[in-house]
């Protein structure tokens, strides 16, 4: 996710300097092919360095433990940007004390091609400059939306976060479905890629509700209605798709409890 954000900023003519901090070389390597500079630790960090914020993208387990070694970077001005599913800003400041600013995003994976849904909160210590600051750099990978109720991102993470595996294996079962109906392997992928992609789209610029989309699909008595009988019958795809997104929110929570 931290190689998504970075290859928004760069290369590139917004003049954002990064630094990245990565333990793995082939992601260190990576970083630095699109213009990072990039060290094992932070002592690797160039003196003199002045960021204006510093972006946490490790795994939800390792996030407290690193946060106290950056915070002389708050205290010259920066603020702290996490990704971590389930952290909340509350469990951050525990660490690094309440008057560090602290922005939260849950983004998703679409922000590689600059298509994701990143959804943040800030702690009150945050500047208007720094949530702009904050807007600007998660811009290039989405849409960006400020929530104020923070007890709402776990939920997020199980729609918005989460989300795109759900359409992932979404279009695999399509695609099997596909084959055995007969479709040679490569045409049932195109299908599927182009199906998802142009409804999604169709669905995004429409002002019709999704529902009413659906039912100009549905002839009566026709294909799309024999189908929808199967989908949406009992235990169907409302169902399962309730339980799949209380499934990761309940995850999230207990990430955030660690
Ligand atoms: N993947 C996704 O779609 C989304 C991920 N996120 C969040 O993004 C974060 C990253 O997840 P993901 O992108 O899946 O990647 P991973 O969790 O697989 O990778 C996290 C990276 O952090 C590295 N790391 C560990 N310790 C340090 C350290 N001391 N300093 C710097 N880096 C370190 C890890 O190395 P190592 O492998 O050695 O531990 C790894 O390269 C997570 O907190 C996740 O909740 C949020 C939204 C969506
Ligand atoms: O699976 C995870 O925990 C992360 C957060 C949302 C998407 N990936």
């Known amino acids: ?14 003049m954002v300097k990064a630094h990245i901090v990565e333990p793995v070389v ?3 390597e990576r970083a630095e092919a699109i213009g990072a500079t990039a060290s094992v630790d932070i002592s690797g960090i160039p003196p003199g360095f002045d960021p ?13 433990d690193l946060l106290p ?3 002389r970077f708050a205290q010259d001005g920066a603020f702290f940007l996490s990704v971590a599913a389930g952290i909340e800003i509350a469990a951050m400041a525990d660490v690094v004390g309440t ?25 009150v210590m945050t500047s208007k400059q720094q949530r702009h600051l904050a807007e600007r750099l998660l811009s290039p990978a ?8 923070e007890a709402l991102m776990h939920t997020v993470t199980a729609v918005s976060g989460s989300g795109p595996a759900y359409v ?3 279009l695999e079962c399509l695609e099997r479905a596909g084959t055995a109906g007969g479709l040679p392997d490569a045409l049932a992928r195109d299908l599927v890629l182009q199906t998802i992609y142009g409804a999604g789209l169709l669905a995004r610029k429409s002002s019709d509700d999704p529902a009413v989309l659906r039912r100009q699909v549905t002839s009566p008595n026709g294909t799309t209605a024999a189908a929808l009988a199967v989908l949406m019958g ?22 955030g409890a660690h």
């Not at 993208?57 to 390792?62: G, I, R, T």
């Not at 560090?100 to 091609?113: G, Y």
């Not at 989405?142 to 109720?149: E, L, R, S, T």
């Open 142 to 149: 989405g849409k960006v939306v400020f929530i104020d109720d």
């Open 69 to 71: 070694a950056y915070l």
């Open 234 to 255: 009992e235990g169907g795809l409302d169902t399962l798709l309730a339980r799949t997104v209380e499934a990761a929110r309940v995850r999230s929570v207990e990430l």
């Open 26 to 28: 082939a992601l260190r």
């Open 1 to 14: 996710m931290g190689y998504a954000l970075l290859a928004g900023w760069l290369p590139g003519e917004r």
């Open 52 to 64: 204006a914020a510093i972006v946490f993208a490790v795994k939800p387990q390792h996030l407290c």
């Open 168 to 170: 992932f294996h979404f």
């Open 99 to 123: 008057d560090v600013p602290i922005v939260r995003c849950m983004p998703n994976m679409a922000a590689a091609v600059g298509a994701g849904m990143l959804v943040c909160c800030a702690n």
